[in-house]
């Protein structure tokens, strides 16, 4: 069955950093769309950042410059590295895989990973 499963979260102070990772298993990782969404406590979940398969990325506009994306096909794992964090960060975050073939939409979910910016 398709797993994934992400790591990295932690408890941080405003202006720190930390990495994120998503190691997926039971699909073909090179074809899917990753991407790291997040969720804070009341709000919608919103997308972070994405990777396509071929390497093209777009962040949401409150984490350009600070976030960068990235992914390891030979390991099947992709990483959110956060930057210069703040308070507004605090989320729990989630990673995705999507693939979108001729109408038709595959999608997974990690169980997510809690990122807590405070001093």
């Known amino acids: 069955q398709v797993q994934l499963v992400e790591s990295g979260g932690g408890l941080v102070q405003p202006g720190g950093s930390l990495r994120l990772s998503c190691a997926a298993s039971?699909?073909?990782?090179?074809?899917?769309?990753m991407g790291w969404y997040r969720q804070a406590p009341g709000k919608q979940r919103e997308l972070v950042a994405a990777?396509?398969?071929?390497?093209?990325?777009n962040y949401d506009d409150s984490v350009k410059g600070r976030f960068t994306i990235s992914r390891d096909n030979t390991k099947n794992t992709v990483y959110l590295q956060l930057n210069s964090l703040k308070p507004e960060d605090t989320a729990v975050y989630y990673c995705?895989?999507?693939?979108?073939?001729?109408?038709?939409?595959?999608?997974?979910w990690g169980q997510g990973t809690q990122v807590t910016v405070s001093s």
């Open positions: 995705n895989a999507r693939r979108t073939l001729i109408g038709r939409t595959w999608t997974y």
């Open positions: 039971g699909i073909n990782f090179d074809i899917y769309t």
């Open positions: 990777i396509t398969s071929g390497g093209s990325t």
